[in-house]
């Protein structure tokens, strides 16, 4: 296996565990200070970092198609969830426990397939585009950009409803994701050594 295939396997291994998990762990609500903001947007920010690192090292069309799959392995796990949930289960406390912490996870998906389908394109196209000169400036743009736009979606589809504040938590999900972006921006510039530059 060549160096550009074996990377294209750890950022696809990275992507993906990052888009199903963050379905699993999305259902606890976070509270820090005035921030507001489910407990997956870490590992869902960091996709887009990922899918940006895809797209310069391996190739855009490789990072394109790691989208789709992303969205069929979101869409794959979340049906299996759902299955589960519908089984008998042994024991009362077991199947109660498992709806408790799973069963709301078709209201997260549903929230996340929509986030995850307009702004991971978007953030696709973003960074893709002949605009941005440097990666590590398209990166932080486009990731910047398809944040906003992801947290409105999600925030609204997921909790409307179930939480009165949704301004604060689109607000505060929003200054936390600009954060994680912030940090985690230098992360990107592995793609140099990821390509052996």
Known sequence: MDRREKNAMILTTLFITGIVISNVI???VVKLGVFLFPSSIVSYTFTFIIANMMSDVVGKERSKFLVFMG???????????????????????????????LGINWRFTL???????????MNYYIF?????????????ASVLIAQFFDTLI???????GVYNQL??????????????????????LLTKKLKGE
């Open 111 to 121: 929230a996340s397939l929509a986030a995850y389908g307009t702004s991971q394109l």
């Open 154 to 160: 999600f925030t609204i589809v997921a909790f409307v």
């Open 26 to 28: 999305a259902a606890k």
């Open 71 to 101: 969205f069929l392995a979101q869409a794959t796990a979340s049906g299996l969830i759902l299955l589960g949930l519908f089984l008998p289960s042994a024991s009362i406390e077991r199947g109660e426990a498992y709806r408790l912490l």
């Open 167 to 188: 301004f604060n938590m689109v607000l505060s999900q929003y200054v936390v994701k600009i954060i994680i972006v912030l940090v985690t921006n230098p992360i990107f």
């Open 128 to 140: 893709n585009s002949k605009f941005f000169r440097k990666a590590s400036v398209a990166n932080l």
